[in-house]
């Protein structure tokens, strides 16, 4: 099986750690993790955004880039579902486009849903393969709406809680929307800080200290939104979390957002040749 | 033609034009199969009814024939001072005999739906009622209407086999329920929630429905 | 009408939206009782269907759909058996010849110019239409016998949630009313102020001269019309006056009692997370030959009002709304923002969807409103994070957030999103199919980020406070965390492949 990673613009841009952590576990499972290195944007901006034929246009792209590969995984929630769900409605019914959205929309995973569904792999037995870390700083878990479309909402907790071992919290009222909603966040500010607010204040009282959040735009909106507050918050994906629970990874310091104590650089534990800093 | 039925008529067009401007997606209604809860195998029905009709609220005793008038004695005496005006409105007239006979003094005529304000206690039959809500089918089949609904207290008197298992039955069963002018299913005594949700009973219709369950 | 559901066009949500946020109560109000439905919605359905579910959802969605690709036989069938029931069917194209229709109703009526009083039990359309203005304006003196509709009446305010309307005030404001307008003892308690309502209002029941509502579901088989009420004011409200008139737009259609079991039991469960309302009426003609109580006449005014239009369009399915409530509750927008933000008495996802449809469907009925739809509402089909709840939530499965990005098209077709905005995202999509460009468009910004951001101490990772252009209000309330160290690619590449 070829499989290859979609890295979605806004990974690249704002969370590479994300995407290397993804690397890092896809290959613990086993498996070989290709880049195609002329991918670029999905098209969900456009196709949110009333511009469809912008959308098509990219959508059109993604299946050419990945035509190659037998699978697609990325750690975006908001682009898998794009890509799984609304791809189909770009193209007229039996047309050459909408048999290679829809071929490509079959291969496409969000990264645990891959791990669980494609791969078949039990999280529980993900740590007796590694040297997991003895138990990380208190998380929580906030799922992507978007993973309502591919049915996978409410599912990456229940994954970690197993994989992870250490102390998973449940979060009060998980599946309101933290208010990201892409360009809502600047159509609408206001409302978007204010649900955001609301699900800093839901992740506060877990009392955990390190929030996964399944898709870069919800990470972003609540990271920058926390860091603007000064609430000592670290925000990241479900593949971070993965990799330093099974010791793939190093763990970021957490604490206060500014002025805290140097905490280990980014990138892999070990067997990289050039992992951490640039 | 009246400009009444012109209008009905025009409207008639325009539904017409606008159905066929887009494809028809649904050419047969889909089995309801799913729908139904409740069938006479899966529960006792009596039992089922007493539980479910509790649960939304309203208050069952349960008699044999021969305590029947006896309970309606009771809550009658329980709900309504001497001088509360009773109205009895009910198709089986052997019942009808029976509760006005009980009401004495206190029974209001019920040919005149003015004076159903001014009744405290409404008792009635029912046509049918269903288990899997706990619900209480009336119509105006030789009832006087809203008998069921003006008066602060409904005592209502069902026997067990007129209880269906589910809604379903209500609609697929042989019943005339639906013929009459006006048919009610009453699922729990008069509620609101209106002012900060808080849960208040009896704001139009009664405030209590006493259910007098014949076995 | 009030200027609070039937704002001046064209509509700007904004101001609405801002202050909604703004206000703490209304936070309080909506937040506590929208996430407190929405609980019980899902336990409920646990309880009672379980992993069924979603099929009763997929059967109600295709009963719901079949009635209105059928529409024009059933709405046939329904106004030959109504008439067989003795019942007087009107049609109306606008609002404003389905009031006329019932002044005239009104009229027939009156005698010798004595004032005339209704009394109104809940109705969504008659909110649309504009009757209680029009009521008022000749003359006819209405009640609202729904407790939240009555306290908004004789506040002057308006709905704010299609089930349960007062859910933006709280006990404090009905008390002060009770006292200002019915000269009532102050309380604070519900029970008392319900009873003081119910005092108020039984009378007004027994003089009324025509009772006025709306329905549920209208049968075709049997003419008749299903109005599902908890208070029980439907019920008087239909039994004493000696006229009657449900208003009703074409789309409540369905075959019959047949057809009506799924929508029951969705309705309900959904909306306030009951197995039913507790009075489902039906009403079948006016009174009959010996009958006591009912009313003498009964009258249904099917009301267009934009439907058809709708029924018309690739918006056909906003038809099957039941009108629940459930996707408002579960909306975190309509959460935060209450239902006065969204100016229409259709508020929430479904409103953000529906008021635009209707809008555009009666264009040029108003002349003052022609242009219509999108024009009008500019800003409803961009309130929404697209988070999918409302079409989780809907009992007949209607798929909002594939309606909201269907307007958010034609927005930008005509020209009504803003420019700057396209003008990102085209180039965006420019740099998209470039890309070696694309890779240097993103190393820019974090070398922007590098140079000009924040540096974090913790990561490799520079705050923006502020971001130019459509991003600016991002950073109104948010830094923008870039990640500034070794890029992923170079990452990848280096560590070679194994
Ligand atoms: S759109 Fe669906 S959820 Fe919303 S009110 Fe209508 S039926 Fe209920």
């Known amino acids: ?278 | 033609m009246t400009t009444r039925q012109s209008a009905v008529d025009a409207l008639l067009a325009r539904v017409r034009a606008a159905v066929r401007a887009q494809p028809v997606t649904v050419r047969e209604v889909p089995s309801h199969a799913v729908v139904r809860r409740v069938t006479c195998d899966t529960a006792n029905l009596a039992d089922l009814f007493a539980t479910k009709a509790a649960a939304v609220g309203m208050r069952v005793t349960r008699v044999d024939e021969a305590g029947l008038d006896a309970a309606v004695t009771t809550l009658l005496a329980t709900h309504a001072q001497a001088d509360a005006k009773v109205v009895v409105a009910m198709r089986d007239a052997n019942l009808a005999a029976r509760a006005s006979a009980i009401a004495g003094t206190r029974l209001a005529a019920n040919d005149n739906d003015d004076l159903l304000f001014d009744c405290f206690v409404g008792i009635t039959d029912v046509d049918c009622a269903i288990a899997e809500s706990g619900s209480l089918v009336v119509s105006t089949n030789g009832r006087i209407r809203n008998a069921w609904v003006t008066p602060p207290i409904h005592v209502a008197i069902v026997r067990a086999a007129q209880i269906l298992p589910d809604l379903v039955d209500l609609f697929e069963s042989a019943t005339d329920a639906l013929d009459a002018a006006s048919t009610t299913i009453i699922t729990g005594p008069s509620k609101t929630a209106d002012i900060e949700g808080v849960l208040v009973t009896g704001v139009h219709g009664p405030a209590a429905v006493e259910i007098v369950l014949v076995s | 009408m009030n200027p609070l559901i039937a704002p001046a066009l064209p509509f700007d949500m904004k101001p609405r939206a801002r202050e909604a946020v703004r206000d703490l109560k209304l936070q309080q109000f909506v937040g506590n009782a929208t996430h407190l439905k929405d609980t019980q919605r899902g336990g409920i359905f646990d309880r009672d269907f379980g992993a069924e579910y979603d099929a009763l959802r997929t059967v109600a969605r295709d009963t719901k759909q079949y009635a209105l690709d059928h529409l024009d036989e059933l709405l046939e069938r329904f106004i030959a058996n109504a008439e067989k029931s003795g019942a007087t069917v009107h049609a109306a194209t606008t609002g404003r010849e389905a009031c006329d229709i019932a002044l005239s109703i009104a009229r027939a009526h009156q005698a010798h110019g004595r004032a005339q009083s209704c009394v109104k039990s809940k109705s969504m359309v008659t909110e649309e239409i504009g009757l209680l203005p029009a009521f008022e304006a000749a003359g006819i003196k209405t009640l609202e016998t729904d407790l939240g509709e009555f306290i908004l009446q004789i506040d002057g305010d308006a709905p704010s949630h299609i089930v349960t309307p007062m859910i933006h005030k709280d006990r404090v404001a009905t008390a002060k009313s009770f006292v200002r307008e019915l000269g009532a003892r102050y309380t604070e308690d519900p029970t008392e102020l319900t009873m003081i309502a119910r005092a108020h209002m039984r009378g007004l029941y027994r003089a009324a001269d025509i009772g006025v509502s709306g329905a549920n579901f209208l049968l075709a088989d049997e003419g008749s019309a299903v109005i599902c009420t908890n208070e029980g004011n439907f019920d008087l409200s239909v039994g004493g006056p000696p006229v009657h008139i449900v208003f009703v737009g074409i789309e409540k259609l369905i075959r019959g009692a047949r057809d009506l079991a799924p929508f029951l039991k969705l309705l309900a469960r959904s909306g306030t997370a009951q197995p039913l309302t507790i009075y489902t009426s039906f009403v079948c003609g006016p009174r009959r030959a010996g009958e006591h109580g009912g009313p003498k006449e009964l009258h249904f005014v099917l009301v267009d009002a934009g439907r058809v239009g709708v029924l018309a369009s690739e918006k056909r399915d906003l038809l099957r709304c039941i009108r629940c409530g459930a996707c408002l509750n579960a909306c975190p927008v309509y959460r935060k923002v209450g239902g006065h933000s969204y100016g229409s008495m259709y508020a929430g996802p479904i409103g953000a969807v529906l008021t635009p449809e209707l809008e555009r469907a009666q264009g040029g009925a108003n002349a003052s409103q022609s242009g219509a739809g999108l024009a009008n509402y500019p800003d409803l089909p961009r309130a929404s994070s697209l988070c999918g709840a409302c079409y989780e939530a809907c009992p007949v499965k209607i798929d909002i957030p594939k309606f909201l990005l269907h307007d958010r098209t034609r927005l930008r077709e005509r020209g009504l999103s803003p420019k700057s905005e396209g003008a990102t995202l085209a180039l965006w999509r420019w740099l998209a199919e470039r890309p070696t460009l694309f890779r240097m468009a993103i190393g820019a910004v974090r070398l922007h980020a590098r140079m000009l951001g924040q540096k974090d101490s913790r990561d490799e990772r520079a705050w923006l406070t502020r971001v130019p252009g459509p991003g600016a209000g991002w950073t109104q309330s948010r830094d923008l965390g870039v990640a500034t160290g070794e890029s992923f690619r170079e990452w990848f590449s280096k560590r070679g492949s194994r």
């Open chain 1, 1 to 278: 099986m070829r499989v290859a990673l979609f890295t979605t613009c806004l990974a690249e841009a704002l969370a590479p750690r994300a995407l290397k952590a993804t690397v890092l576990v896809l290959e613990h499972c086993g498996v070989t993790v290709e880049l195609p290195t002329a991918q670029t944007c999905c098209g969900q901006p456009m196709l949110s955004n009333g511009l469809p034929g912008d959308a098509a246009l990219l959508a059109r792209r993604m299946t050419e880039v990945f035509a190659p590969y037998d699978a697609v995984v990325t750690p975006s929630g908001s682009c898998c579902s794009v890509v799984r769900e609304k791809y189909a409605g770009l193209f007229a019914d039996g047309s050459r486009d909408r048999a290679a959205v829809d071929a490509l929309a079959a291969k496409t995973f969000e990264l645990i849903e891959f791990l669980e569904t494609k791969l078949g792999i039990d999280p529980a037995t993900l740590r007796a393969k590694s040297s997991p870390r003895a138990s990380t700083a208190p998380l929580t878990c906030h799922d992507a709406c978007h993973l309502r479309g591919i049915h996978r909402h409410g599912c990456t907790e229940p994954f970690l809680r197993s994989a992870c071992g250490g102390d998973v919290r449940e979060l009060p009222d998980m599946t309101q929307c933290c208010g990201f909603g892409g360009m809502f966040s600047t159509q609408f500010p206001e409302v978007s800080t204010a649900l955001g607010e609301e699900k800093l204040a839901h992740v506060a009282s877990t009392g955990a200290t390190t929030l996964v959040a399944s898709d870069t735009g919800c990470a972003a909106h609540l990271a920058g939104l926390a860091h603007r507050k000064g609430v000592a918050l670290r925000v990241i994906s479900p593949a971070e979390a993965l990799a330093e629970s099974l010791g793939l990874m190093e763990v970021q310091e957490s604490g206060a957002p500014n002025g805290g104590k140097h905490g280990a650089p980014n990138g892999e534990k070990h067997g990289a040749p050039n992992g951490g800093k640039a």
